[in-house]
């Protein structure tokens, strides 16, 4: 079992949660695990990603060589695609359609969701809307955690047990929202798998 | 023992906490930050009263390490690569004078500057100052090395220096701790004049230093951290150094590598070992991220004997990070590659926070210079340097910490009047005092702007040794009284804050002119802290 994750989304998205998370239910399955973050300068509303290993064997580098990655999970769209040259080419991109505007160059909308169709396989979904829906529009990371939840190889339960342990300290309501929000993505996955 | 998943930077510093450190210093720098910091949150620091407070700058945390180490106990200095420039002196003497209690210094680098103005290597300082240095390859190493640094450290009376590169620094994994160590007692060094630099003591010392190089040599021979693995195919030799082991190993799943491979981790080089691949190899290929310290030394200036291949001859790219991709171009392997990044992408900088006080700051100076040519606006490293930026385009250079005041003092010597410097008020007390001094003894027709925003934004907001002196300090330097102003960076005091600026200007002496207003991001921190705490049950 390998999976090699791209991580991508702006400066305080929350894509270091989805990493505890997966990272959380990695290692409670016994799985190695490496994982790179960007620190620092991006943080100011740049664009920021992290490379996740997860493998039953020991893994060597922290990064993940261009052409190998599994999937690309992003809370952008945008950032989705900075990222494709990593992608292999049976790999998955899960992607938020929700734009993160802050630069005056941002492309067209329309061009953009062009170039996501374009992809061999993807999941794209409103991660802020679901959120809303549910009532906590903090939680789009985790709906894009949960559109992701079917490709990660790894045990639904384990990723619900992970956000219990992430969220223990923000109390009962928090962690019941988190995992209705990672249920109401993958099933925004699963529904699109079957149609 | 228990596994624990650790940043590099937090693997080091688990590993001096359990190696029996008594006190961290440091001044915070990607990608070096987190050691500190995990110090200073830990529970087990506390308990132990280990000394975490941040410094000054990275030369005032060398000495008081050096100041701890000579009374005996374990100590670590943590900064990033350019800080050790900074450090440069003590760092460089604290070879002649040895160490007494345990002494590490984590040199952080930044290959790719992720976040840094060079990426400079430190093993060229750790050479320079004739010090043993490890260069681990993995979070696991980067824990055993602080054990087995200390009992270097205090076995051959040396500080050692700790290299890692900010991939290893930020970077996640599986580490297993060691049983924990007690901390030394206070126990003065045996000769008393050990640390008393005075030519002829230190004639002495030097010699001493020098010596030591071949057993430091020894050392390296027989480190568990060097290591020579046999491969059939001898029309390769590979060294590589510290994580770029990794990227070698990511290009054969097996991990059977054909090649004789020769890993290094701990330096002097091993040069028994060196000599082995040498003998037994048609060709060497170094793998090292960084400058090409070890390829240098091999090939020698006239690059006569073995060819040797690396970044000098462009087998691996001159500058930048290394990745696993570049070690298979390098190896002959093909190079893989996913889809193209289609032609709409574009940058997305980091900028100011909508709200910093910064960016008030930035409008009204803007505004009063509009008025004269551009160009004399001399800035420095923090958050503000994002001024450089549009829509600003507010500053004229960035160099290195405290080079704002200086510089402008340089220019308005030139005839560039007025001149303007523009810094931070934790870069200030790094290392801006100075150079007002200077200005001030000189009566140069400067104004400088101390952009008080409480903290040390730029590293993720950490506690600025200037708070609440900065006015204070600008007097006992000789700062005019009338010539200091506090102003309010908002929009209201716009028209107010541009008429004083616009007098400061004029006046042909130095005027400090400090804009007071708290980082969005720290009040923010402060607030959800202060809200958790209201909440948590008495
Ligand atoms: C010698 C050196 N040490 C540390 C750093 C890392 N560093 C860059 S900016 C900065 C802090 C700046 O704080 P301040 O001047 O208060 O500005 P702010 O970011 O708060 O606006 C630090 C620690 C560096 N670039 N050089
Ligand atoms: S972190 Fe603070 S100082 Fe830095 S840009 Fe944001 S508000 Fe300004």
Known sequence: MKRDIILAGVGGQGIISIAAIIGTAAIDQGLHLKQSEVHGMSQRGGDVQSNLRISDKMIASDLIPYGKADLIISVEPLEALRYLPYLSSDGWVI????????????PDMEKLMDEIRKLPHYVALDADEIAKEIGTAKAANIVILGASSPFLEMQYEKLEDAIRFIFKRKGDEVISKNLEALKAGREFTQKQMHS | MQRLLLLGDEAIAQGALDAGLSGIYAYPGTPSTEITEFVQNSKQARQDHIHSTWSANEKTAMETALGMSYAGKRTMVCMKHVGLNVAADPFVNSAITGANGGLIIVAADDPSMHSSQNEQDSRFFGK????PILEPVDQQEAYD????GYDFSEQHKIPVLLRITTRLAHSRAGVKRKDPR???????????RQFVLLPAIAR????NLLKAQELFIQESETSSFNKYMDGPDKSLGIIVCGIAYNYLLENYPDRNVPYPVLKIGQYPL???????????CKEILVLEDGYPVVEESLKGLLGKGLKVKGRLDGTVPRDGELNPNIVAVALGMEDTFGLPVPSIMVNRPPSLCSGCPHIDSFKALNEVLALLPKGRVFSDIGCYTLGALKPYEAINSCVDMGASITMAKGAADAGLIPSVAVIGDSTFTHSGM????????????????????GTTAMTGGQDSPAFGKIEAICKGMGVEEGHIHVLR????FHEENVRIINEELIYPGVSVIIPRRECIVTIDKRMRDKFKNAEAPV
């Open chain 2, 145 to 148: 090395m602080v054990h087995y």
């Open chain 2, 182 to 192: 007690k901390q030394n007692d206070l126990k003065l060094p045996e000769d008393l």
């Open chain 2, 128 to 131: 320079f100052a004739m010090v």
């Open chain 2, 434 to 453: 100075t150079g007002l001094l200077d200005a001030v003894n000189d009566k140069s027709p400067v104004t400088i702007f101390i952009l008080d925003n």
């Open chain 2, 270 to 280: 091993p040069v028994k070992m060196i000599e082995r691949m040498y003998s037994d």
């Open chain 1, 95 to 106: 992607t938020s359609t929700k734009p993160f505007l802050n630069i005056p160059d941002y």
């Open chain 2, 204 to 207: 002495k010392r030097y010699r």
């Open chain 2, 489 to 492: 960076p908002l929009k209201k």
